[in-house]
């Protein structure tokens, strides 16, 4: 292999283990805190498993770095975390980072911050296939909701549904509540989020001859206000219109340009209809 194959390897190997870590440690943290029969078959071994990646994370971030060039960079990351991966010092600390979050390991938060420096690990939207595949199962809002026989009242009606279906691609994939983005009197929560994409949807339900700008104008205050959660970057409001024939497509892009989202905001149109 040359060089860059060995990165790119590498770098795979990295998102990948900090996914699979940050997920195996979130379910076994809600096992022993909200299930009272929560047992493991062999005590202790998901600790040690979790342990065991950790370190291998350090090693493979290591190498990284290493093959990027940067001498002095390297000799800081060890100098920081070659005594507690050696010694298996506190790997498993974690805390509630950030408000209303959900206890994460510290050190997977450490990593992610000296990670982010390199932008195979920044938070920039990158078109990926498994991109592709979220906005083309958002699209198709309609055709789930007649899939699976949902009477739709309101938005929660429409996104426990899609989430379903999102489960199938996306395992880490969460429901509400589950980010932070605090302000001074309010707490604003999107409806479902994507941790792998760091992507955040929100859900808008246009029922028949309602105000399509009245939506967007709710969908732009909740821009405005999605800020400061670092894994959520990301967002995609999608307004699912019951009744097709109240507008067009162009009509709505043109309304949703017209209110000057911020670059990371996504608009998915997915219309209803009537054999619903």
Not at 119 to 125: I, T
Not at 213 to 223: L, N
């Amino acid at each position: 292999m040359d060089n860059q194959k060995n990165i790119e390897f590498i770098v795979s190997n990295i998102k990948s283990t900090l996914l699979s870590v940050d997920s195996d440690h979130f379910r076994h943290f809600m096992g022993q805190a909200n299930e009272p029969d929560y047992h493991e078959e062999h005590n202790g071994w998901t600790d040690n498993w979790l342990e065991t990646r950790i370190v291998d994370l350090y090693y493979h971030i290591a190498a990284f770095i290493e093959l990027c060039g940067m001498p002095h960079y390297l000799e800081m990351f060890k100098k920081k975390f070659e005594s507690r991966i050696e010694n298996k010092t506190d790997l498993l600390a974690a805390s509630i980072l950030f408000p209303e979050g959900d206890h994460e390991l510290i050190i997977l938060d450490d990593f992610r911050r000296l990670l982010a420096i390199f932008w195979q690990f920044s938070y920039s939207y990158n078109e990926t296939e498994k991109s592709k595949k979220l906005h083309q199962i958002l699209s198709h809002t309609d055709f789930i909701l007649k899939r699976t026989n949902a009477k739709v009242t309101n938005e929660s009606d429409i996104y426990k549904q899609v989430k379903w279906v999102l489960d199938l691609y996306y395992p880490d994939a969460r429901h509400k509540g589950r980010a932070s983005f605090i302000r001074q009197f309010k707490t604003y929560s999107p409806d479902i989020l994507i941790p792998e994409l760091h992507t955040a949807i929100e859900y808008k339900y246009i029922r028949e001859a309602s105000n399509i700008d009245d939506f967007i104008d709710q969908v732009k205050v909740d821009a405005d206000n999605y800020k400061g959660d670092r894994l959520y970057e990301h967002f995609i409001a999608v307004l699912y219109i019951e009744d097709s024939g109240i507008a067009t497509r162009d009509n709505i892009n043109k309304a949703w340009d017209e209110k000057r989202f911020p670059e990371n905001w996504q608009l998915i149109i997915a219309m209803g209809s009537s054999q619903r």
